[in-house]
């Protein structure tokens, strides 16, 4: 196959003296301002963001419109778990994806993986059947997982230690506008032409315009580096090897976070709008409502997390964050009247907060020949976890008949997280050969 990014004529970067003198700050409203990056940082970064934004879109329109999916499609309630699960599942597949940029380079599988997500989202929105719209989603969410994760190890290998967490949760939160669009367009579901299908629709406008933006991203330094060292990998298996190999007590470690907080949290979040719509009888113009503007202020704990990180810790804010979390989701789901607007912003500023500094430690604790595929299990292990969590959300409905009883239940497994986060490595304000170097180099 022939490399899109092969035939381009790109000038060369900047001298790096020349992009000291450029740094800067930006200001970026209500998400703050960014760190003092360099014209490379700034591109880079801005080109990365797109990836989580469309799969943020893709994550909460499933959410926002499953009980317009399930009735467009005539699926039985009683399949309702199960098929998200098996969605959720399609994250796994993005970990056959990312040792390709562990061995060919970063920016060249970025490429192919916005074209694959573009091709199967469009599929879902003529998608004739449940199982059908299944098998579309579920490869699309492959793309997207592996899209999401190399271009967070991009930002990481790219900013400077001591604003790295920051630049981490300054991408979260720009990633996260893909769940605001979501929540606008659907509001208009009984107005837009084929409603749902619609909806899934819009997304490939923005995406054909992104693939030409890709196209001048530079290639990691690290990775370039690593690549003249001759410390890469040569093989796809290889960065897989590795990742099972050389820090395993880390591994397991981050790999237990994600998956209890997932199978405990996942299923609050994917069917927090039917509940609404459901047991509080919201309208979708009420959902969409407290999605956008109780979003906005949610996705400011990933631009908190990461600058309190960086400030005070990833490992002591990380696991306050995900002590809280639970707490919040039990009272969202008990929550009478109004009251569920605080409750639900809180519990989402809290859950991205600690997403954000997982997402952090995926790409400081592992070499740069594994990284990406190192975030790619982060997302399997979240994803496994899920999509139990989901199973064990309709295993608990049927014995309890309540979806918010069966929801707390499963908090439980959640708190178990920031037990284990208090013993990862301190990795704030460190370089990341220092915190993990090769296995070859030590």
Known sequence: MTDPAASLDLKPDPDPSAEDADRKSIHLGMLGRTPPFTSRQRRVFWIASTAGFFDQYDRALLSL??????TGLKIAESHLGAMLSLIRLGYLLSLLMTPFADVFGRRRLL????FGYTIFTGLIAIAPGERTFVVFEIIARAFAGAEAAIAMVIVAEEVDAAHRGWAIGLLGGVSSIGYGLAAIVFAFINVIPYGWRGLYAIALLPLALIIPLRRSLPESARFEKEKLESLRPVKIWEPVVQLYTAYPRRLVMMLSIAFLGSMGGNAAGFLFPKFLQETHHWSPGNVSSLFLFGGALGIMGSIVAGRMSDRYGRRVMGATFLFLSPLLTIWMYTASGWSIVPAWILEVFFDIASGTILN??????FPTSYRSTAGSALAVAGTTGGALGLFFEGVLYNFTGSQARAVCYLTVFWMISPIIMWFLP???????EEISPEPTAT
């Open 65 to 70: 419109a499953l009980k317009q999916i399930q």
């Open 111 to 114: 490429l192919y993986t916005v």
């Open 360 to 365: 952090a430690y995926s790409a400081e604790l």
């Open 426 to 432: 301190e990795t704030s304000g460190r370089e990341l």
